[in-house]
């Protein structure tokens, strides 16, 4: 054997989302305005689409956080795991 020691699996540490929102949780203030009008008068074609757009990139980028947040648990776990070893 030439006496080496095995090297330990590298972990990489997952990269932070490039979008983020403000507010960062919850309905925009354009979002709760659309919504205000839905319920008062109804929306017209634009606005409707201009609302799901608004509750589309909010979905899209809370699910990337969260998926974030839990890869960056898991990060953290296995770094645990390979101190511990």
């Known amino acids: 054997m030439s ?3 095995a090297e330990a699996p ?5 990269k932070q ?10 309905p925009s203030p354009r ?8 319920r008062t008068r ?7 689409a201009e609302l799901r757009m608004e ?10 956080w969260a998926k974030y947040r839990e890869d960056l648990r898991a990060y953290h776990a ?3 795991r390979l101190n511990h070893a």
Do not use: C, F, H, S
């Open 17 to 26: 989302p490039l979008t983020y929102r403000i507010p960062n949780e919850g």
């Open 31 to 38: 979002e709760y305005e659309l919504v205000e009008l839905q």
């Open 55 to 64: 509750q589309d990139a909010r979905t899209e980028v809370e699910a990337a």
């Open 3 to 5: 006496g080496k020691r």
């Open 78 to 80: 296995e770094l645990a």
């Open 42 to 48: 109804g929306l017209t074609e634009a606005e409707g």
């Open 10 to 14: 590298k972990v990489e540490m997952p």
